[in-house]
């Protein structure tokens, strides 16, 4: 099962990737430092969604401080050949994007149950893929910031690729009170589906149209579809239609087996089927993007010394940080496992690592020695950005 190490590859430097978000006043700080950073050490850099510096700013800010960080970045690094890619969902819309709000004044684009209810997902209404006019405004939200870039970005990860469940009372947000059931057949949710897949397919599209070397790229390779008994619908589905394809639970979340007191603490037969994957999207020459963490981390996801921390499970016997500089120290003992895992089962030249808490952004290796002891450095975390197997 385990692939090892790909033979053809310069394993001076393993391929990193990073998803990369700026929030608040504090996350603009030391600008230069950040950024310089992650241009320094990863391939590929996904902006996230809800970039802002103040909150009077986040309702419309992210397409305009997209293009404010491509720009500084390029300006910081000209001769890097890191790929900047934009943030959007497939699943959903967020309240921090120019094209949402404009788009909340469109009702007849929304998604509406066969009575005419909108269906609200994330407390705000989405698209309609099946209506042309929808599924346009959808691929150039993502589309027109990588356009006005003018080059500077190489294309789109979207999050949340998925076959949408609608029928079965799947979502509870019609009727006049906004909680009953949202009626769709089986029929309507597969059309939906379709429509929604081939609008990704346009976007990939429209992209390699702009510049042969844009990607587009989505995060939807897990284990809760193959937990079910639905097997790998996502990878299957979305195979022919993109680039490249997110693994962003490596043994965590649902691959986490949170009753064990003993190794390995994780599914192993959910391991094995994320490899199996990763092989059919290496012969397939698709972009895998694998994100590792320090322990078989899950949920609760809490705050802890300023950084978004999911939990061990309790029998773990790593004990589980409690502040900032405990959550460093983790980071670092925990390491060598999701490593080891990653360039014996994962490697190829064309698999891209990261290694994380949670976002990159509040991560310590990207902060300086100086920054307020809420998100501050104590150890050189940065060493593990340049590794060999032999580490």
């Known amino acids: 099962m385990l692939v ?38 990863y391939d590929i850099i996904s902006l996230e969604k809800c970039l802002f510096e103040t909150a009077n700013e986040r309702p419309t800010a992210t397409e305009g401080k ?30 921090c994007y120019q094209s949402v709000a404009d788009f909340q004044n469109m009702p007849d684009m929304w998604l509406r149950d066969v009575e005419g209810y909108p269906v609200l997902i994330n407390d705000l209404p989405f698209f309609d893929f099946r209506i042309k006019e929808s599924a346009d405004l959808w691929i150039n939200g993502a589309l027109g910031p990588v356009k006005d870039s003018q080059g500077m970005s190489q294309g789109v990860f979207l999050d949340g690729l998925s076959l949408m469940s609608l029928a079965d009372c799947h979502i509870k947000t019609c009727g006049e009170d906004k909680k009953s059931c949202c009626i769709f057949s089986k029929d309507e949710e597969e059309d939906y589906n379709g429509a929604r897949g081939a609008a990704v397919l346009s976007l990939r599209n429209q992209l390699h149209e702009i510049d042969p070397e844009n990607v587009l790229y989505g995060n939807g390779i897990f284990n ?20 490249g394809l997110c693994m962003e639970h490596l043994m965590a979340f649902e691959d986490v087996d949170r009753k ?14 994320l490899i199996q994957q990763r092989n059919i999207l290496v012969q397939s020459n698709i972009t895998l993007l ?3 963490y320090p322990g078989p981390l899950g949920a609760p996801i809490n705050i802890i010394g300023g950084l978004s921390s999911p939990h061990l499970p309790p029998g773990h016997p790593y004990p589980q940080p409690e502040d900032n500089l405990q959550i460093q120290q983790a ?21 891209y690592f990261t290694y994380s808490m949670w976002l990159i952004h509040h991560s310590p ?18 060493v593990y950005l340049h590794l060999t197997p032999k580490v």
Not at 34 to 39: D, P, S, Y
Not at 78 to 84: D, F, H, L, R, T
Not at 365 to 382: E, F, I, N
């Open 224 to 243: 809760y579809d193959f937990y079910a008994g639905l097997g790998n619908r996502v990878l299957e589905f979305y195979l022919d239609k993109i680039d």
């Open 66 to 95: 997209f293009q404010k960080l491509t720009s500084q970045m390029r300006s910081l690094r000209p001769e890097s050949k890191s790929k900047i890619l934009f943030y959007w969902a497939t699943d959903r819309v967020f309240a």
């Open 365 to 382: 290796a990207c902060l300086p020695r100086d920054y307020p002891a809420v998100a501050r450095v104590q150890t050189k975390h940065y």
């Open 290 to 292: 694998v994100r590792g």
């Open 260 to 273: 064990a007191v003993e190794e390995p603490y994780i599914k192993l037969i959910g391991l094995e089927n």
């Open 331 to 351: 980071m670092k003992d925990l390491l060598p496992f999701p490593l080891a895992v990653f360039l014996c089962a994962f490697a190829d030249p064309n698999v």
């Open 4 to 41: 090892g190490l790909s033979l053809g590859q310069d394993w001076s430097h393993v391929p990193l990737w990073a998803d990369f978000g700026l929030y608040g006043p504090l996350g603009w700080q030391n600008l230069d430092y950040r950024l310089g950073f992650i241009m320094d050490h």
